[in-house]
């Protein structure tokens, strides 16, 4: 052990005498499945587009995107995936009472299309990506 000017040599480790301490915030527990503070700055959890997969049997699974906005013709757009996708799928109509709930209407297409969904819907710059969460495995 050597001390010169206030900084002390132990073998390969160099300590200075004004040591400043660690934060210990990055000991602090976190929760992977909470919502990230400030998150929904921009809107409300309402203005988000839910791309979701749900599995139907075997391989086969069912994509769903919720939430478009209203000023969207949801059959061209999916007239568009259905095209551009090589898939089939379909509109499914919300009751008004389930609509606080669910949102607008639901879009369903066929096959895992969550990325190509996403990617369609920036691409031609219908919707941000901030806005678009998807969901699923």
Same mark, same amino acid.
Do not use: W
């Given at each position: 052990?050597? +001390? ?20 210990? !915030?990055? #000991? ?6 909470? /919502?990230?503070?400030? !998150?929904?700055?921009? *809107?409300?959890?309402?203005? =988000? +587009? ?16 919720? *939430? #478009? &906005? /209203? ?17 089939? *799928?379909?509109? +499914?109509? +919300?009751? !008004? /009472?389930?609509? /606080?709930? #669910? *949102? ?24 941000? &990506? !901030? ?5 699923? =495995?």
């Amino acid at each position: 052990r050597r +001390v010169h000017g206030g900084i002390t040599h132990l073998g390969l480790l160099t300590l200075n005498s004004t040591i400043s301490f660690m934060s210990i !915030e990055n #000991l602090a527990s976190h929760d992977p499945f909470a /919502e990230i503070d400030g !998150e929904f700055e921009n *809107g409300t959890p309402a203005d =988000y +587009v839910h791309i979701r997969i749900q599995q139907r049997s075997g391989r086969k699974t069912l994509t769903t995107i919720q *939430g #478009l &906005p /209203e000023k969207f013709d949801l059959k061209k757009i999916l007239k568009a995936f259905k095209k551009e996708f090589c898939c089939n *799928g379909h509109i +499914v109509e +919300v009751d !008004e /009472e389930d609509s /606080e709930a #669910l *949102g607008s209407n639901v879009i369903q297409l066929q096959g895992d299309q969550r990325n190509n969904a996403r990617d369609f819907l920036v691409k031609n710059k219908l919707l941000k &990506p !901030e806005v678009i969460k998807i969901h699923g =495995y």
